[in-house]
């Protein structure tokens, strides 16, 4: 095993996929979930995508993206040396757990959570307010 990969071996199998357990313990306790050969950071997400998976087959559902991704800038101002102040940029993204397109057309950004961060809660208010869409939390 290379010094970086991480070598996971399977815990149990049980109705929504096979569960292992990771070598390094989650913060928050979830237990990694792979379905389909994907890899859900959590039972509770891989849950979720078992019931789009039956949506879609039902045909309620058209289109499911696995972490899409959403790039957003945030600036500040430094007071600079000679020109009175300087602005710097650093670019961040918010990943999302699913977007679903269903048969009506409307699109869903869903992201499901455990626990709610404080950090979470900060990008979730930036990207509804920059992107014009509702974060459903599931």
């Given at each position: ?52 998976k039956l ?45 679903v397109t ?9 992201d499901v ?26």
């Amino acid at each position: 095993i290379a010094m970086c990969e991480t070598k996971a071996k399977y815990f149990r199998k049980n109705s929504i996929g096979k569960t292992f357990a990771p070598v390094k313990k989650s913060k928050y306790g979830s237990i990694k979930t792979v379905i389909d050969n994907i890899t859900f950071d959590s039972k509770r997400e891989a849950n979720y995508y078992n019931t789009l998976k039956l949506l879609k087959r039902a045909g309620e559902v058209l289109k499911i993206d696995l972490q899409p991704e959403f790039p957003y800038n945030m600036y500040c101002t430094v007071p600079g040396i000679n020109d009175g102040s300087r602005v710097y940029a650093k670019q961040y993204k918010y990943v999302a757990d699913f977007r679903v397109t269903y048969k009506d057309g409307h699109i869903e950004i869903i992201d499901v959570k455990g626990v709610k961060t404080s950090i979470y809660k900060q990008k979730k208010k930036i990207i509804e307010a920059l992107y014009g869409f509702k974060i459903i939390e599931k």
